[in-house]
T-cell receptor
Framework: QKEVEQNSGPLSVPEGAIASLNCTYSDRGSQSFFWYRQYSGKSPELIMSIYSNGDKEDGRFTAQLNKASQYVSLLIRDSQPSDSATYLCAVTFLGSGSARQLTFGSGTQLTVLP | DGGITQSPKYLFRKEGQNVTLSCEQNLNHDAMYWYRQDPGQGLRLIYYSQIVNDFQKGDIAEGYSVSREKKESFPLTVTSAQKNPTAFYLC??????????????FGPGTRLTVL
C-alpha cells in the first residue's frame, strides 16, 4: 500500500514567520515529489516539484527532500495571510501498466494570522 | 488561452441516475486523470488514460466509467452503482506520462451532490 502522510493541522503561524510543512512517504523507490496549494473550494495548484535530495528554492518557497529518511518538507518564508490554504504533498509511485501514479496526502491546513 | 476546463461547476443528481462530468484540455497533453476529493481528505485516483482509446482503473474505479475517444477529452460517468458519489471531482492532465518528472495540472473541478 502506497502511503503519503501529512499532519492535518491546523497549523497557525503569525504573518512574517516561517511555516514548515512536513510529509513522509512509504515507498523508498519514489522519485518525484510535489507540493500543491489548495484554497477552500478550489482545485489544487502546483507550487513546487523536487526530484533529488537537498533543497530547491523558488521565491519564498523551499522544498527539502531526504530520500534516505523518506521525508519531504515545504518551508514558506515571510508567510502572508494569502498563504492560508491547505497544502497537499504528492508522491509518484509506480502503478499498474508501468504508469507512475500520483498519491496524495490528506493535506495540512495552514492559517497565517495577520 | 490554454488550460483544462470542467463542466458543470455544480451538479445535482437524484439517486439512481447516471451523470457525466466533462473534462477538456487544450494543452496537447497525452495523459488525463480523474480524482475524487472528499471533505478533509486528499485526492483519490478514479481512472487515468495515457493515450487515446486506452485507460486504466485507479484506486476507486467501482461505480465509475470513462472514455477517451479524443486526445482533448476525458469524460467521467458516475453510475447508479456508485453508492456515495457526493464529492468534489477533479480532472488533471500531464504531458509525459510514465516519466519521473511528469507534472499534473488540474482543472477547476465539479462539485457533485446527490439529492
Amino acid at each position: 500500500q502506497k502511503e503519503v502522510e501529512q499532519n492535518s493541522g491546523p497549523l497557525s503561524v503569525p504573518e512574517g514567520a516561517i511555516a514548515s510543512l512536513n510529509c513522509t512517504y512509504s515507498d523508498r523507490g519514489s522519485q518525484s515529489f510535489f507540493w500543491y496549494r489548495q484554497y477552500s473550494g478550489k482545485s489544487p495548484e502546483l507550487i513546487m516539484s523536487i526530484y533529488s535530495n537537498g533543497d530547491k528554492e523558488d521565491g519564498r518557497f523551499t522544498a527539502q527532500l531526504n530520500k534516505a529518511s523518506q521525508y519531504v518538507s515545504l518551508l514558506i518564508r515571510d508567510s502572508q495571510p494569502s498563504d492560508s490554504a491547505t497544502y497537499l504533498c504528492a508522491v509518484t509511485f509506480l502503478g499498474s501498466g508501468s504508469a507512475r501514479q500520483l498519491t496524495f496526502g490528506s493535506g495540512t491546513q495552514l492559517t497565517v494570522l495577520p | 488561452d490554454g488550460g483544462i476546463t470542467q463542466s458543470p461547476k455544480y451538479l445535482f443528481r437524484k439517486e439512481g441516475q447516471n451523470v457525466t462530468l466533462s473534462c477538456e484540455q487544450n494543452l496537447n497533453h497525452d495523459a488525463m486523470y480523474w480524482y475524487r476529493q472528499d471533505p478533509g481528505q486528499g485526492l483519490r485516483l478514479i481512472y487515468y488514460s495515457q493515450i487515446v482509446n486506452d485507460f486504466q482503473k485507479g484506486d476507486i474505479a467501482e461505480g465509475y466509467s470513462v472514455s477517451r475517444e479524443k486526445k482533448e477529452s476525458f469524460p467521467l460517468t458516475v453510475t447508479s452503482a456508485q453508492k456515495n458519489p457526493t464529492a468534489f471531482y477533479l480532472c488533471a492532465s500531464s504531458m509525459r506520462p510514465g516519466q519521473g518528472t511528469d507534472t499534473q495540472y488540474f482543472g477547476p473541478g465539479t462539485r457533485l451532490t446527490v439529492l
